[in-house]
């Protein structure tokens, strides 16, 4: 059964530090993981996919990596803004005959601090 | 291209009625996917359907069910509900397609709150 866990739980940092949430899943047969924010009371906004044969992905500040063999990616955000403030989830579908069941981390709730 | 819509956003039962959840996919997705999310449990994984068919269920009773029309909208169903029922309902589309680029969009969920 598939576990991921994200750490650190909460991070509260001053604006433009550069941050890193950590990602961790126990089965490395992904078919890919995907980084997501969440702001209180809404739904999951989607920030970057990795496709399992992929290392890293970059959306702007965003860089999201991807280590299969230990089972880890990292979501790193540079030059922090008080926007950035949200919960980061972290999901990794296992394709196959399970497509589309994702298994979620607990997140890490961020905010960001002028 | 519009999103995920969920409806209602909101709603409040009491213990042992049922609800009727509803998910639009965005247009071309053939993917729908449906989560629970509660404080305690974060989200779970409820049931995942394809071309009208369930392929994948998660481990919730019998209670909870779905279904996909022809053109790819969702239900969900939840009778005899409980409080422990309470919670953020979200639906996921894709397009399901190969290769590991597919990415999962959410709605908004629907907040229920059983009373």
């Known amino acids: 059964k598939q576990e991921v866990t994200q750490i650190p739980a909460a991070l509260s940092v001053p604006e433009g530090e550069n941050l890193v949430l950590n990602c961790s899943f126990t089965?490395?047969?992904?078919?890919?993981l995907q980084w997501f924010r969440q702001d209180p009371g809404k739904g999951l906004t989607s920030l970057l996919l990795?496709?399992?044969?992929?290392r890293e992905q970059t959306s702007g500040r965003l860089n999201a990596s991807l280590d299969k063999s230990s089972g880890r990616s990292t979501l790193y955000i540079a030059a922090s803004q008080p926007g950035d403030s949200a919960t980061y989830l972290c999901a990794v579908n296992p394709g196959g005959t399970s497509y589309g069941k994702l298994t979620f981390g607990q997140g890490t709730i961020l905010t960001v601090h002028p | 291209k519009a999103g995920v819509t969920q409806t209602p956003r909101y709603l409040i039962k009491t213990r042992g009625q049922q609800v009727t959840l509803s998910c639009s996919p965005i247009?071309?997705?053939?993917?729908v996917s449906w989560y629970q999310q509660t404080p305690g449990q974060g989200l779970q994984f409820l049931f995942e359907y394809f071309s009208e068919t369930q392929r994948n269920k998660g481990n919730f009773p019998g209670r909870f069910s779905g279904r996909q029309f022809s053109n790819s909208r969702s239900e969900m169903n939840v009778s005899t509900l409980e409080l422990g029922d309470s919670a953020l309902y979200l639906c996921a589309s894709s397009l399901a397609i190969a290769g590991g680029r597919d990415t999962q969009y959410f709605g908004p969920g629907t907040r229920l709150t059983v009373l």
């Open positions: 089965d490395s047969a992904i078919y890919n």
């Open positions: 247009s071309g997705h053939r993917s």
């Open positions: 990795i496709q399992s044969s992929q």
